[in-house]
């Protein structure tokens, strides 16, 4: 086995040739397979450490002065280098770094092969949460407990990269021979290491029984789960008194067990409304212990009954947290055995016959690809279920990957033989199987949208988080286009160079391409792509020039114009629909063209290679067809019940717009399609009421009062011992045009109160401007070593990369919008207080708003009490509820919008949360009084 030499600097800054130079040394050296020899040396910069970097390090000037310059260690640093593999978290950083510090020593350089970690832990465990060197560590179970000190770090990445090591053995021949053939791509130098793994396996005939090779790849074997059995159950009294009592199964399988009264409640509600046939509206505060509370009766009536039911959530952190934690428990705790599948969208699973062919025939790929061909081919050794959220991949990955998903395969025939390993086709088995089916709203709403034609048949649904039924249901009845996604499928089709797709098929078949002329399909693509990209710049040049009051800026920064056909200028309009029907003419020529193509191919052979040109034209005629109607049912179409908006970035390209289009109510579709032809539908949720009353909820979704249940279900916490409201009384009015000196004295409070709970704050803001002029304010005047600064859409990084850096600082501030108002969960002391900047109004000029108010006020209704001041009261509940996550937790709620005490309808937000003590005085008051709370 060959040399390692594992490294790791820490340094006064990142760039060598400005000037940065290196404070400490650690060096660990691997020889057969063991930690032989560790080297650590404190390094003399001759230059003051930074203060940035002394807080991450802990290292001070005072424990370098001392200390040997670089030139005085040289020698042995080259020496224990020698014949080995350069191994570093970042090989690129710390290789780069010391080779700049030994060419000035010395006049030379390493020349040694290298090998990357975090590379390697993207590709051999694929399933990690993430690849800084602490979280491989705690995933691996490595201990870490000096983190960034070069000795610490560089011990760890050794014991990190051993495990590497033995994972790489462990693999098949099959999976090691496919990595070799894409190793000259990738930043470690593998060749030598997988050749010798091989050889070692070509003389051994054992193999995995837990794989299957299939084509040249290796797949984890599909194993059938365990069929039910009908329970003999007394019934569902006593079986909720079996799990649920103080001495029930549950408190014999959960530390710290209490019986909480509303669960059993909300259990027995669900229980009565799928024996009386009711559909049901059930609010459950946070702490009830909801997800239990309707698993129990979905699976007690699924397996008694058999009789599926569904559940739908509308994040998938909900769904795996059912997966992961809720259902293995009810296997423990349950008298009987039961099944349970998910089912998601074709988009999330793997075509095997997509991405066979992108391994052996794809060209001309990036690093990121080449790193993602890499991480799913270990990945499929692993996987049962193919689903792309069980990995992270490179941004460029998750580009490559709508080129091999499901959802891009298009039709498979049930013989052939990728239809047997199709990880699609086995989710939508065990779906059927399953007594307990968990998918998301989108899934459902497109089953409901689509005739019921993807779900297995069911009569009894639950659906969580259901506040976002209605949003999630509208924009499935609706549809949106946009630019990029029209030029990305004519690009994928492609033109007459290899590597492009048409050039492959017609390459296969040269006498069907003498028939069809390659230059005709260039051409065609050429004009599809110069109309659409002419359309949607004309479309954005007029967006632009309309008047501002007709203009929203939405909270991710797009500008939205609401247009009516019958409204807009006829002369410009008339220009707009010209332009549409000439893409859609191009487009239909397209299909034509791969229309001839199919039938020649049907009429010339029946291989295996022709059925896959054949599916492959069939999905792109289906999508071309597809972007047909969308641009006609958009731009050509009127229908008095939709409203259709343009989006389009203020900032980006001049073809960067998005076409939408939603129905102005869902009510009757949803009453229709949904709750006439299901027994029972269950919709929970933390926030469905305001003052108490679930009308508003009712009315927005068609449900009928005399056939639903209405449950409310008080939290089991003590809210008014955990949680204070303060309301400032002497801020500026931000209606005259005072926004600078709002946002001056919102920064001023956040400041105040952030100095008492130590940061461990999150600040909501209805608007993405407003956030972004707040953090850049609040940048200026507080110093960044007091308090960490992390705001949403300005510091990089997914919601849940944010919310995890937000708690690995000890004082940090958090600003967030939009998605950040719920499903953010920062538990016990890492979050101590929440500011809401504005109630959260949505914007009267909001396209979808301004439909649904027109609509509202034609019926003689106020469109305020009915739309917006329901709306606003239970987005400010979600964002109320971020703060109280367990009865331990304690804090404050600052609202920095004095309308909540001052307007009318202020008590409507007051009274629709716990009863807690309101403080309203000003910010110097608030400010006392937190402390001393606190």
């Given at each position: 086995m060959p040399k390692f030499v594992v490294v790791d600097l820490e340094t006064t800054g990142h760039t060598p040739k400005k000037g940065d130079k290196i404070i400490e040394v650690g060096m660990?050296?691997?020889?057969?397979?063991?930690?032989?020899?560790?080297?650590?040396?404190?390094?003399?910069?001759?230059?003051?450490?930074?203060?940035?970097?002394?807080?991450?390090?802990?290292?001070?000037?005072?424990?370098?002065?001392?200390?040997?310059?670089?030139?005085?260690?040289?020698?042995?640093?080259?020496?224990?280098?020698?014949?080995?593999?350069?191994?570093?978290?970042?090989?690129?950083?710390?290789?780069?770094?010391?080779?700049?510090?030994?060419?000035?020593?010395?006049?030379?350089?390493?020349?040694?092969?290298?090998?990357?970690?975090?590379?390697?832990?993207?590709?051999?465990?694929?399933?990690?949460?993430?690849?800084?060197?602490?979280?491989?560590?705690?995933?691996?179970?490595?201990?870490?407990?000096?983190?960034?000190?070069?000795?610490?770090?560089?011990?760890?990445?050794?014991?990190?990269l051993l495990q590497f090591i033995h994972k790489a053995k462990q693999l098949p021949y099959e999976t090691l021979q496919q990595l070799s053939s894409l190793e000259r791509k990738l930043k470690s130098d593998l060749h030598e290491l997988l050749s010798n793994w091989m050889e070692s396996k070509a003389f051994t005939i054992e193999e995995r029984a837990d794989?299957?090779?299939?084509?040249?790849?290796?797949?984890?074997?599909?194993?059938?789960?365990?069929?039910?059995?009908?329970?003999?159950?007394?019934?569902?009294?006593?079986?909720?008194?079996?799990?649920?009592?103080?001495?029930?199964?549950?408190?014999?399988?959960?530390?710290?067990?209490?019986?909480?009264?509303?669960?059993?409640?909300?259990?027995?509600?669900?229980?009565?409304?799928?024996?009386?046939?009711?559909?049901?509206?059930?609010?459950?505060?946070?702490?009830?212990?909801?997800?239990?509370?309707?698993?129990?009766?979905?699976?007690?009536?699924?397996?008694?009954?058999?009789?599926?039911?569904?559940?739908?959530?509308?994040?998938?952190?909900?769904q795996s947290q059912l997966l992961d934690k809720e259902v293995p428990l009810l296997h423990k705790i349950l008298p009987f055995s039961f099944t349970s599948a998910l089912f998601k969208g074709k988009q999330h699973y793997i075509s095997l016959k997509k991405f066979e062919f992108e391994l052996y025939h794809g060209t001309s790929d990036n690093y990121d690809i080449t790193l993602t061909k890499a991480m799913l081919l270990v990945w499929l050794t692993e996987t049962a279920t193919g689903d792309i959220d069980e990995i992270q991949l490179p941004s460029s990955g998750n580009i490559f990957w709508r080129r091999i998903s499901a959802e891009a395969e298009g039709y498979i025939d049930p013989k052939s033989p990728w239809f047997s390993r199709s990880f699609y086709q086995r989710a939508r088995k065990q779906a059927q199987q399953a007594d307990l089916?968990?998918?998301?709203?989108?899934?459902?709403?497109?089953?409901?949208?689509?005739?019921?034609?993807?779900?297995?048949?069911?009569?009894?649904?639950?659906?969580?988080?259901?506040?976002?039924?209605?949003?999630?249901?509208?924009?499935?009845?609706?549809?949106?286009?946009?630019?990029?996604?029209?030029?990305?499928?004519?690009?994928?089709?492609?033109?007459?160079?290899?590597?492009?797709?048409?050039?492959?098929?017609?390459?296969?078949?040269?006498?069907?391409?003498?028939?069809?002329?390659?230059?005709?399909?260039?051409?065609?693509?050429?004009?599809?792509?110069?109309?659409?990209?002419?359309?949607?710049r004309f479309l954005f040049s007029y967006v632009v020039k309309q008047h501002n009051a007709h203009i929203s800026l939405n909270d991710i920064g797009r500008y939205q114009y609401r247009f009516q056909n019958d409204q807009e200028n006829p002369q410009t309009w008339s220009t707009v629909q010209e332009m549409t029907r000439r893409v859609s003419f191009y487009l239909r020529d397209l299909i034509q063209f791969l229309h001839k193509c199919k039938n020649w191919i049907s009429l010339a052979e029946t291989s295996e290679e022709a059925s896959r040109w054949i599916e492959d034209i069939r999905m792109y005629m289906e999508r071309m067809e597809e972007v047909i109607h969308s641009l006609d049912h958009l731009l050509l179409s009127e229908e008095e019940s939709i409203v259709k908006w343009i989006e389009i970035e203020a900032y980006g390209a001049k073809n960067a717009v998005f076409l939408h289009s939603e129905p102005i109510e869902i009510a009757s579709i949803m009453q229709d399609q949904l709750f006439e032809r299901k027994e029972s539908v269950i919709l929970t949720s933390a926030t469905l009421t305001m003052k108490d009353s679930f009308t508003f909820m009712m009315k927005r979704l068609g449900l009928e009062e005399s056939s639903t249940i209405q449950q409310k279900i008080q939290s089991p916490f003590h809210y008014e011992h955990q949680v204070q409201l303060m309301i400032p009384n002497d801020f500026p009015n931000i209606k005259y045009g005072n926004q600078e000196d709002f946002i001056h004295a919102t920064c001023e409070a956040i400041y105040s109160l952030a100095t008492i709970t130590r940061g461990r704050m999150l600040v909501l803001f209805t608007s993405y401007d407003m956030l972004k002029k707040t953090y850049s304010a609040m940048k200026e005047f507080i110093d960044q070593e007091?308090?960490?600064?992390?705001?949403?859409?300005?510091?990089?990084?997914?919601?849940?990369?944010?919310?995890?850096?937000?708690?690995?600082?000890?004082?940090?501030?958090?600003?967030?919008?939009?998605?950040?108002?719920?499903?953010?969960?920062?538990?016990?002391?890492?979050?101590?207080?929440?500011?809401?900047?504005?109630?959260?109004?949505?914007?009267?000029?909001?396209?979808?708003?301004?439909?649904?108010?027109?609509?509202?006020?034609?019926?003689?209704?106020?469109?305020?009490?009915?739309?917006?001041?329901?709306?606003?009261?239970?987005?400010?509940?979600?964002?109320?509820?971020?703060?109280?996550?367990?009865?331990?937790?304690?804090?404050?709620?600052?609202?920095?919008?004095?309308?909540?005490?001052?307007?009318?309808?202020?008590?409507?937000?007051?009274?629709?949360?716990?009863?807690?003590?309101?403080?309203?005085?000003?910010?110097?008051?608030?400010?006392?009084?937190?402390?001393?709370?606190?």
């Open positions: 660990v050296t691997i020889e057969n397979g063991e930690i032989v020899h560790q080297f650590h040396s404190m390094v003399n910069p001759e230059q003051p450490i930074p203060s940035f970097i002394s807080q991450l390090t802990g290292i001070e000037d005072q424990d370098v002065q001392d200390a040997p310059l670089f030139d005085e260690i040289v020698d042995e640093i080259v020496h224990l280098c020698q014949d080995a593999y350069f191994v570093a978290h970042h090989v690129q950083f710390d290789l780069g770094f010391l080779n700049h510090a030994i060419q000035e020593t010395t006049g030379k350089s390493l020349d040694i092969p290298v090998l990357d970690t975090v590379e390697l832990g993207r590709i051999m465990i694929p399933q990690a949460p993430g690849y800084k060197l602490a979280q491989l560590a705690e995933y691996l179970d490595v201990a870490h407990d000096n983190p960034h000190r070069a000795l610490a770090d560089a011990y760890v990445t050794a014991k990190i794989l299957e090779i299939f084509r040249g790849i290796a797949l984890k074997r599909n194993y059938e789960e365990v069929q039910r059995n009908v329970p003999e159950v007394e019934g569902f009294q006593p079986y909720l008194d079996h799990l649920l009592g103080n001495d029930g199964s549950l408190s014999k399988n959960m530390d710290r067990y209490e019986e909480r009264g509303s669960q059993r409640i909300m259990a027995t509600t669900i229980y009565d409304a799928f024996q009386s046939g009711s559909h049901a509206l059930i609010e459950a505060e946070t702490g009830t212990g909801k997800s239990l509370a309707y698993l129990l009766p979905a699976v007690y009536e699924a397996v008694t009954k058999q009789n599926r039911v569904v559940i739908s959530t509308h994040t998938t952190h909900l089916l968990i998918t998301n709203h989108s899934l459902l709403c497109t089953d409901i949208s689509e005739n019921y034609s993807l779900l297995a048949s069911y009569n009894k649904l639950i659906i969580d988080e259901a506040h976002h039924l209605e949003a999630t249901a509208a924009k499935h009845f609706g549809r949106k286009i946009d630019y990029v996604s029209i030029q990305y499928l004519l690009n994928e089709m492609g033109a007459n160079s290899a590597g492009d797709w048409i050039y492959g098929l017609l390459s296969s078949y040269p006498e069907m391409a003498l028939k069809h002329d390659i230059t005709k399909w260039d051409e065609l693509v050429q004009n599809a792509k110069e109309e659409s990209d002419e359309l949607f007091e308090f960490i600064l992390i705001a949403q859409g300005v510091s990089s990084g997914s919601r849940s990369r944010l919310k995890k850096n937000f708690q690995a600082f000890d004082q940090a501030i958090l600003f967030g919008t939009s998605s950040f108002w719920e499903g953010v969960d920062i538990p016990g002391q890492d979050l101590t207080s929440v500011v809401i900047v504005r109630l959260p109004f949505q914007p009267p000029d909001h396209p979808v708003y301004k439909a649904k108010s027109e609509a509202l006020k034609s019926q003689g209704k106020n469109a305020f009490m009915e739309l917006s001041l329901p709306n606003a009261v239970i987005r400010f509940k979600q964002g109320f509820g971020r703060l109280i996550r367990s009865s331990q937790d304690r804090g404050v709620v600052m609202v920095c919008d004095d309308r909540i005490m001052k307007a009318k309808y202020g008590k409507y937000f007051i009274d629709s949360i716990p009863s807690i003590p309101v403080h309203f005085e000003s910010t110097h008051q608030l400010m006392e009084e937190a402390k001393r709370w606190l």
